[in-house]
């Protein structure tokens, strides 16, 4: 028995070093059964608490093409149909999510959880769904035990990239560089901690802005080499070389370093 909780002790730490919830909300949401949600009539991989049926026959009709849109830009496919839950409460996001606050959306391996904010508002669905598929997409393979974690803003940008910006739309571009021109900015790392993750936070840095900051980085590695940009993504998301080691191969530098190329190109401007 003690070794048994010993072991749930060390999952629920890094649990909470990985996604920034409470160790043992997250161990509690990982295996919260999800039978009790309903499968939507127009897509069983859409499921629903509470009474939004309406709704999710709604994002039934769109996910498919969401789902698509997501892997042709990334260039990696789902080895498996992400689900979409809707949740009916705020408590039903804390038991699958872990959160103690209520996002719009979460997601993890189980898939994408949709929160009240979100229901009757499908083109604000059809905008921050991309976002999530994509912490989907990475998390199929990456984020596991003992396999190699890309730092947090690679992931947020990335999604935020994906998704034209969602999850970081209450901060503009011209915001963020004005930002950095001042000095207030993140400082990417090379690889993703077991036990903690740097997030905005770190830097002062309101979530949005930091999500902007991290897409624009992020953009600007692809619109480097596109193909490049592709073949790096696709051998992060394979979970099985160290990010910052991919990040050399791909780019000959560091993140640290190419960030600091787009500073100074911002500063030249």
Not at 133 to 139: E, I, M, N, Q
Request: overall charge negative; hydrophobic content about 35%; charged content about 25%.
């Amino acid at each position: 028995m003690g070794a048994r909780l010993t072991a749930l002790t060390f999952i629920s730490i890094l649990l909470a070093g990985i996604s920034g919830c409470s160790g043992l909300d997250y161990l509690s949401a990982s295996f919260a059964s999800t039978d009790s949600f309903i499968k939507s009539n127009e897509n069983p991989d859409v499921r629903y608490k509470g009474d939004n049926r309406e709704y999710s026959n709604q994002v039934g009709l769109i996910t498919p093409e969401l789902i698509e849109m997501v892997e042709e830009k990334i260039g990696v496919r789902f080895t498996k149909t992400p689900i979409i839950y809707i949740c009916d409460t705020k408590q039903c996001m804390k038991d699958y999510t872990g959160h103690d606050f209520e996002p719009r959306a979460s997601s993890n391996k189980r898939g994408v959880f949709l929160s009240t904010k979100l229901i009757g508002k499908i083109e604000e669905t059809r905008y921050i769904l991309p976002h999530e598929l994509t912490h989907v997409l990475s998390v199929e393979n990456v984020n596991s035990f003992f396999q190699a974690i890309p730092p947090a803003w690679f992931d947020e940008g990335l999604a935020t990239f994906i998704a034209d910006g969602a999850g970081a739309e209450k901060i503009s571009e011209e915001q963020a560089i004005e930002s950095i021109k001042t000095g207030k900015y993140f400082v990417p790392n090379g690889d993703g901690k077991m036990f903690s993750r740097m997030y905005g936070d770190k830097w002062n840095l309101e979530p949005h802005m930091f999500y902007r900051q991290s897409m624009m980085l992020v953009e600007y590695m692809h619109d480097k080499n596109p193909d490049n940009f592709r073949k790096f993504v696709g051998d992060v998301f394979s979970g099985k070389q160290q990010f910052s080691e991919l990040f050399s191969k791909y780019y000959g530098s560091t993140p640290s370093v190419v960030w600091s190329e787009y500073r100074n190109e911002l500063h030249e401007t």
